[in-house]
C-alpha cells in the first residue's frame, strides 16, 4: 500500500476498527481539513472521516461522515492510500478515498469543532505548530496529495 505506515501488531484479540477519510481537495489545490471536537485527537485537524457502520460500504461512509462533519456532499473517487493508527479499544484501519466537493455549505457539525479549506502555507504553518493529527502531513505528502 502507498504511504507510511505505523508499526501496530495485529493479534486475534486485537479488535481492528475500519474507518474512511476522505481527501478533498477544491479548485485552488487547497485541501479541506475539520479539527476534532472530540477524542482522539480532540482539537487537532484532521481530514474528515470516522468509522464505517455495520452492513455499510466505504463509498456510503464517507459520504455520511462528510456530509455530518462538513455539510458537504461529495463524489467518492479511487482509494489513495489506508494507514492503521492505534486505537483506546483496538486498531483502527483507515482507508483514504480521494473525493470531490459536489453540493453543500461548508460547516462544522457533528464531530468537528470547526470545518476549512487550506492551502500549502496554512496546513504547513499547521504542522509546524503541532496542530495536526499524527503523521498527517507524512502521509498526504508521501501519497502526493498534500496542498503544496
Known amino acids: 500500500m502507498f504511504g507510511l505506515r505505523s508499526v ?4 486475534p484479540d486485537v479488535r481492528i476498527i475500519r474507518c ?8 485552488a489545490g487547497r485541501v479541506l481539513l475539520v ?13 474528515p472521516g470516522g468509522r464505517v457502520e455495520p452492513g ?7 459520504r455520511r461522515e462528510l456530509l455530518e462533519e462538513t ?13 492503521e493508527r492505534p486505537a483506546p479499544d483496538g486498531v483502527y484501519h ?7 466537493a459536489v453540493g453543500g455549505t461548508l460547516r462544522a457539525g457533528d464531530d468537528a469543532a470547526d470545518a476549512d ?6 496546513f504547513a504553518a499547521l504542522h509546524n505548530a503541532g496542530s495536526l493529527t499524527t503523521q498527517l502531513a ?11
Open 56 to 62: 455499510e460500504s466505504d463509498t456510503d461512509a464517507v
Open 138 to 148: 507524512d502521509t498526504l505528502r508521501a501519497w502526493g496529495v498534500a496542498p503544496g
Open 71 to 83: 455539510g458537504l456532499t461529495v463524489q467518492v473517487g479511487p482509494l489513495v492510500g489506508s494507514v
Open 117 to 122: 479549506w487550506f492551502d500549502g502555507a496554512a
Open 35 to 47: 479539527q476534532r471536537a472530540h477524542d482522539p485527537g480532540r482539537g487537532l485537524w484532521s481530514i
Open 94 to 100: 483507515i482507508f483514504d478515498y480521494a473525493c470531490e
Open 8 to 11: 501496530i501488531v495485529i493479534t
Open 20 to 27: 474512511v477519510g476522505a481527501i478533498v481537495r477544491d479548485s
